[in-house]
């Protein structure tokens, strides 16, 4: 099961496949295994506005300049405060569910992405993006270890947080 990110943030990366470049703003790492990296690009759209960032699978990184890479730590149990899979509740709305995905921005506080249980009939619900400070530990909900398959891999989801 991996346990550390390979990339350190700030750096500028292209994705291998697409041609993307930008610099590595976010990354973040996933109960079931893979790990991706958020990509902003530095220049701007056509109408002026900021481009948005865009999330690759880590094989998918190449670094092309380390030279302002972040000093920071690449040790999930060192940078997140709560564990992937735990069981939280958000101390605001009262929101409780598993933490499957945690992020660290370059810029910001660690955020985790979580789904709650079913409904009564049985229905999956929608999870949420909460940052850390707003996230209290219930219990240890279920490790990585639990949910590990052979080979490393996620459905790519459009649906992570942009900068």
């Not at 506080?109 to 909460?130: L, R, S, T």
């Amino acid at each position: 099961m991996q346990t550390k990110f390979k990339y350190l943030l700030n750096v500028v990366a292209k994705d291998s496949v697409s041609g993307f470049e930008g610099v590595l703003i976010a990354r973040n790492a996933h109960l079931f295994g893979c790990a991706q990296y958020g990509l902003a690009p530095k220049e701007l759209g056509s109408d002026g506005s900021p481009r948005k960032t865009e999330y690759f699978d880590e094989s998918r990184i190449e670094i092309l300049d380390a030279t302002n890479a972040a000093d920071c730590e690449n040790d999930y149990d060192r940078i997140f405060a709560i564990p992937l899979g735990s069981e939280v509740k958000d101390k605001v709305s009262g929101f409780q569910g598993k933490a499957l995905v945690i992020m660290e921005n370059l810029h910001n506080c660690n955020q985790y992405y979580c789904e709650p249980a079913v409904d009564k009939c049985g229905k999956p619900q929608d999870g949420q993006w909460f940052d850390e400070g707003r996230l209290a530990f219930v219990s240890k909900g279920i490790t990585p270890e639990e949910v590990a398959a052979p080979k490393r891999g996620a459905v790519f989801s459009r649906d992570l947080p942009r900068k």
